[in-house]
């Protein structure tokens, strides 16, 4: 399965941006979608998940609120809509793909076997 990501670029902070991930010739059915987002200074972190079959989902507490993900069937595509973006929200974000991971698994980057190019966001003070 390749991914793409698409969405990012750089915004004030509180602005808004919509990431985007689509994979290559097929649809997520019977994937868990995730987004991860890494700095130079950090390991790699959860952002959000959905489980493409039921869309049940997941955020990380730091965007809780904030960031939404959702599966658009049209698009055959998993967007991360965030809004109130902060400047700690500055990062490549990196959307995966797992096919059989277990709900308690979901932030794990481990879990998820397949992984688009990343796109960067930047958020300005």
């Known amino acids: 399965v390749q991914l793409q990501a698409s969405g990012g670029g750089l915004v004030q902070a509180g602005g808004s941006l919509t990431l985007s991930c689509v994979a290559s010739g097929r649809t997520f059915s019977g994937y868990t979608v995730a987004w991860f987002r890494q700095t130079p200074e950090n390991d790699r972190e959860f952002v959000a998940a959905?489980?493409?079959?039921?869309?049940?989902?997941l955020h990380a507490d730091s965007v809780k609120g904030r960031f939404t993900i959702s599966g658009d069937r049209a698009k055959k595509s998993v967007d991360l809509q965030m809004n109130s973006l902060k400047p700690e929200d500055t990062a490549i974000y990196y959307c995966?793909?797992?096919?059989?991971?277990?709900?308690?698994?979901?932030?794990?980057?481990?879990?998820?076997?397949?992984w688009g190019q990343g796109t960067l966001v930047t958020v300005s003070s």
């Open positions: 959905i489980r493409w079959s039921g869309g049940s989902t």
């Open positions: 995966a793909a797992g096919g059989s991971v277990i709900l308690s698994n979901r932030a794990n980057p481990n879990a998820y076997g397949y």
